[in-house]
């Protein structure tokens, strides 16, 4: 969830407002989003949200932000196109103004000097942005590697970079997400070789699934399509609006003739078809998921088919992933992902340690603060730093919360603000509370169990022997010495309680429920959810 506030007196701006997916800890939570406290409480002074790049990591949290608090939007054209259909699913699209920033054209706000670098990343339109106060520059890198071949030729400025460093730039704070890898991270246009090997040979189908937003990778898949015969179509919700958003804009070159509508791929024969298709991370719901137990409406895959997940397997979803990989192949279909085999079929967006040390390098700030990265990863990237001769005054290790101050005399840190992960339910858009999160993990480890009773108001007698349901824990129809003894404590705690007790439903639940968990657990081991219910006769 990258979201970091700059300030200057009274004015700040907001460097990205990214989300997360939860890990399958979180149950039933859709997205997480940042602790928004901070901001709400200085939304007085906010005058900017600015956008390094389109990834969801940078730009998810859109919607939940601006729901609470109102600023200017910045953002490169593309950037801004694939927020603009967020907004508009929130009924936001009205009343947030966006406005697009473009290299080499610096703008002001407030007291702060803005300007967006362009740098190579694995979406196109990404940057760095300088932000020039009266105090100095502070040069945030967003995501980057340096790739000197991208696929639109728009390779990364790295003399803008060297002038803002021969400048004097008060503060850098880079990408450390590749840190632990030395050399270079290969160019986006390294996939093209495996990818030509798979769409030529492949006797049936090509389906390759990648990250929607990774445009460079859709040009590639277009033009070996149209190289190698094969109709090309894309098939995902994400998929079908981003291509066509890249194609409006000129980003995505298809020509004509070659797209066909996912209706129509049933029609044509498996060796005329190359897809380009959501899921790579295995998503339940995902088009390649659905392919691969054979539950897509329009497409199915067969022995012959050739399938490609061209992305990272991003931890916790190793399983999801590799679910997924076995079912296609019982299918008939080859599989082939990160393995490490070569040519790669999937390269990373983010710098290794050369491009790391080349932005220090040419940047060559007094402060330096590594971000984006585990904790390992940030201590890495100072400890590379310290390495070369390129920070003048320090190297600072921030993590989530910590404020670091400049002023004349230097920089400190001073203090925290509250941070922190709101979950959210995208179906009702509520915040799912921690002790929601709570209940659900201990209903799923050790189920629920229902005692339903007929209490008679006047008497505060049963009126029936008492129900036993229950969901997730023992099979109650085979434990019937279980369900018989449960009911005895039941009869037990009510023939204990006197009639204040009982008429007190509040009381004689939570006594029920207290003598039920002890007894479950004697018998079983098992603590389950009890959730005592009575019906007033
Ligand atoms: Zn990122
Ligand atoms: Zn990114």
Redesign the pocket.
Known sequence: M?MMAFEYGEHMVLVDCGLMFPDAELLGVDVVVPDLTYLRENQDRLRAILLTHG?E??IGALPYVLDEVAAPVYGTPFTLALARPKLSEHGLADSVELREMRPGQPFEVGPFRVEFIHLTHSIIESGALALTTPLGTILHTG?FKFDPTPMDQHVSDLHTLAHYGRQGVLALFSDSTNVERPGLTPSERAVRQRFAQILGEAKGRALISCFATSIHRLQIITDLAQEFRRRLCFVGRSMYQNSEIAMQMGRLNVPPGLLVPPQELKRLPPHELAVVLTGSQGEPMSALARVAVDSHRWLAVEPGDEVVISARVIPGNENAIFRMVDHLYRRGARVHYQDGSQPPVHVSGHGSTEELKLMLNLVRPKYFVPI?GEYRQLYRHLELAKQLAAVSEETILLESGDVLEFDERGARKSGRVPVGRVCIDVGTLDEVEEIILKERRHISEDGIVIPILAINEHTGQLETQPEIVSRGFVPLDEAHELVESAREVILRTIEKSNLEEVGDWGVIKEKIRTALRRHFDQETGKRPMILPVILEV
């Open positions: 990258n990834h990591d940078h995501d984006h």
